[in-house]
């Protein structure tokens, strides 16, 4: 089993200082205009095609390119698609942009939003609660949403991705509007 490479934030910022750093954030627009690395652009994950950043780049091909996420489980999804799209030079940041932040290196603050965490949180538990009192209140198959929705947690947690999750950043509340969250 290969292991891809990464770079902590602190010294990404001490090669950003010595030279141009290209740093893409794979998190939602939402995430993204709420904190990011000062010199991060942003394409979300769901959206992140590898061969079309490649063409786009500011620097030259053998330079590398940092992901940096959240807390760093995207920006390694991200790097294993530039892998498997046959780009090496992809190095993920150590612990995302809330290292990035717990380091006090520059960042740009934006307007604040509910999570995408916690609103799965929220969702999850509004659809266990509607399920189980349906389910005592009306009739028990009802109490198959409730199921429904553990089952998809436990789905979450096994494979380290969330249906829900995906779902959610797609609705109109976590969209920017013209423009306002991408550099």
């Known amino acids: 089993m290969s292991h891809n490479p990464t770079i902590s934030a602190q010294v990404l910022a001490e090669l950003d200082g010595q030279g141009e750093v290209e740093i893409i954030d794979v998190r939602t ?22 061969h079309a950043v490649m063409k786009l780049r500011n620097c030259a091909a053998d330079e590398p390119i940092y992901v940096i996420c959240k807390g760093g489980t995207r920006g390694a999804k991200a790097q294993q698609k530039f892998i498997d799209a046959g780009f090496t030079s992809v190095i993920n940041v150590e612990g995302g942009t809330e290292a990035w932040v717990k380091a006090g290196l520059p960042v740009v603050r934006g307007k604040k939003a509910v999570s995408l965490e916690r609103q ?19 009739h028990p198959y009802y109490a198959a949403i409730s199921a429904f929705v553990g089952a998809g947690l436990v789905f979450a947690g096994i494979t380290n991705s969330c249906v829900m999750g995906m779902m959610l950043a797609k609705m109109p509340w976590n969209q920017c509007k013209d423009g306002a969250c991408s550099v």
Request: proline residues 7%; positive net charge; charged residues 20%.
């Open 29 to 50: 627009p939402i995430e993204f205009r709420e904190v990011r690395a000062a010199k991060a652009k942003n394409i979300p994950l769901d959206i992140l095609e590898p």
């Open 120 to 138: 799965v949180r929220i969702t999850a538990g509004f659809l266990v609660l509607i399920g189980a009192l349906l389910g005592i209140f009306v």
